[in-house]
């Protein structure tokens, strides 16, 4: 079992960059596939980018390429969702996800394991 922990939300001003964490508890986290979502209030909750195991695969959604970076370590279990030119779209509670996996899926109902989130706001 894989215990996830986000951590680097807060206020960012527009065009400024924020970086996520995701701490993962358990020996076994180079197995999973990571996922981020984000999810505004009474929306559904947004595939934002996944990385496959070993960090050779990355993969975004439109609307966060070229500004989003997805990265792991699997020595620190540990992933990153690095964020620049953040606009109040991008306002939102952001999760990390973890699926035992060869392909991370884009789906939040494939994903086995989920932290907690962490709120990240843009002002204008």
């Known amino acids: 079992q894989v215990q996830l922990v986000e951590s680097g939300g807060g206020l960012v001003q527009t065009g400024g960059s924020a970086n996520l964490s995701c701490a993962a508890s358990g020996p076994t986290f180079s197995n999973y596939a990571m996922g981020w979502f984000r999810q505004v209030s009474g929306k559904e909750r947004e595939w934002v980018a996944a990385i496959g195991w070993n960090a050779e695969s990355t993969y975004y959604a439109d609307s966060v390429k070229g500004r989003f970076s997805i990265s792991r370590d699997n020595a620190k279990n540990t992933a990153w969702l690095q964020m620049n030119s953040l606009t109040p779209e991008d306002t939102a509670i952001y999760y990390c996800?973890?699926?035992?996996?060869?392909?991370?899926?884009?789906?939040?109902?494939?994903?086995?394991?989920w932290g907690q989130g962490t709120q990240v706001t843009v002002s204008s």
């Open positions: 996800a973890a699926d035992l996996t060869i392909t991370p899926p884009r789906k939040s109902v494939q994903y086995d394991y």
